[in-house]
């Protein structure tokens, strides 16, 4: 088995897809698992009884948005290129010239790319607008200059695997998907109400949270809110509309408390705006909510109206609308009975196909193919090289 190190320098603690996932798969698989990331003490017992050490990454402060992107980038890879390990896995954009470096030391490197980083860039408010075309495609240049010289890629969709086809050594797709059972109900809130609906996750204003609070005037019903705004600006517009007066605001919760959130809710909200980035994704919201057994109220893009009308587990709605979302959860509501079949046929679909463990198996996989060509590449330049060894 290999020691692998995994290092982010924007995520935090112990991420979903990154540590909860990715990570605790390796380690259990018996591999040697280091990962860099802004994290707790806490979390770092946490992720240690799991096999995983976690290399604390303090937090960058002061300066600018992209000063604090760039020497974060450059600490985290100071900390990760210490620990000598065989296999390299990166998470960020900005981690990308580095993964270079170290493919250039001879390491081998794995480029997991989250996002269409060209799209997410067109969306990106404090770039100006005139710019984001041009630093698009300056983006995709550079991260196909670095999948030709990396070990592999993996995109967390079919559409990201399908842009490296052509530029990459290897491409493996993997999926986001939840681990089954993990957000089941919690014996505490079993048998309460299903009054509310939730929304868990980024708050702002590119992932509609403006028009779900616009559409809250226009329903009876609860909303548990669970997540951190990327502005307090723009919580301090929203406490002011009137559909405030129905959010229970339960700021940032762990998987524990997502569990519970889902628990009282009759149906999850993942009504995401049309921008570029998000067209394509498969944002883990909205398995996580089928997986919890919730109907979806889900933004009616051609991608995501394909699985919620096959899985029969929702409905789609124009996320810019607030009198559609309304009227979606006003129908849910006052058709429970039909709101719990689908969240059951939403269930099903996830144990059926949208399940972490198929997309382990992938990982697995990968890990051991690049493993191989590692020893084959050591044995051949032993043997070119005998009197260096």
């Keep these: 088995m290999s020691k692998v190190c995994h290092f982010s320098s924007v995520h935090r603690g112990l991420d979903i897809r ?11 698989a018996g591999h040697e698992v280091h990962l ?54 990166i998470h960020d954009p900005e981690l990308i010239p580095y993964g270079v470096l170290l493919a250039r030391q001879g390491k081998q490197v794995i480029l997991d790319l989250h996002e269409d980083l060209s799209a997410d860039i067109q969306s990106k408010q404090w770039i100006p607008l005139p710019l984001r ?30 842009l490296f086809e052509h530029s990459a050594k290897r491409v493996t797709v993997i999926h986001n998907y939840p681990m089954v059972g993990e957000l089941a109900t919690a014996p505490a809130v079993a048998h309460s109400a299903r009054d509310s609906v939730c929304y868990v996750g980024a708050i702002n204003e590119m992932r509609g949270i403006r028009q779900i609070i616009q559409a809250l005037d226009m329903s009876s019903c609860k909303l548990l809110l669970a997540g951190r705004f990327d502005s307090a600006a723009l919580r301090d517009e929203l406490a002011a509309y009137p559909g405030w007066r129905h959010v229970e605001e339960c700021g940032f919760v762990g998987r ?3 569990a ?41 893009f051609p991608l995501w109206r394909s699985i919620v009308e096959a899985a029969d587990c929702g409905l789609c709605v124009d996320p810019d609308r607030p009198g559609e979302i309304a009227r979606a959860i006003n129908f849910l509501q ?6 719990k079949k689908m969240g059951a046929n939403g269930r099903r679909a996830i144990e059926s196909k949208y399940r ?28 070119k090289n005998p009197h260096l060894h």
């Design 260 to 300: 519970d959130i889902m628990a009282r809710s009759f149906c999850g909200l993942v009504t995401l705006r049309a921008e570029p980035n998000f067209m394509n994704a498969l944002p883990i919201k909205l398995f996580e909510y089928m997986s919890a057994g919730l109907p979806v109220i889900a933004s009616d």
């Design 133 to 162: 075309h041009a630093i698009g495609a300056v983006a995709r240049s550079v991260e196909h200059f670095a999948a030709r010289r990396c070990a592999a890629v993996v995109g967390a969709t079919p559409y990201i695997g399908a």
């Design 18 to 28: 990154i540590y909860r996932k990715e990570c605790v798969s390796l380690a259990r």
């Design 356 to 383: 972490w463990d198929h997309e382990e198996t992938s990982l697995l996989a990968l890990y051991r193919e690049i493993s191989q060509d590692a020893l084959e590449r050591e044995q051949l330049s032993n043997e």
């Design 256 to 258: 524990t408390g997502v």
């Design 36 to 89: 860099v990331i802004d994290a707790t003490a806490a979390e770092v017992a946490e992720a240690a009884a799991a096999g995983v050490t976690l290399h604390r990454l303090a937090a960058a402060n002061g300066g600018g948005r992209v000063r604090r992107m760039l020497l974060q980038a450059w600490r985290t890879y100071r900390i990760a290129k210490e620990l000598d390990a065989q296999i390299y896995h």
């Design 334 to 339: 006052s058709n429970m009975a039909l709101a």
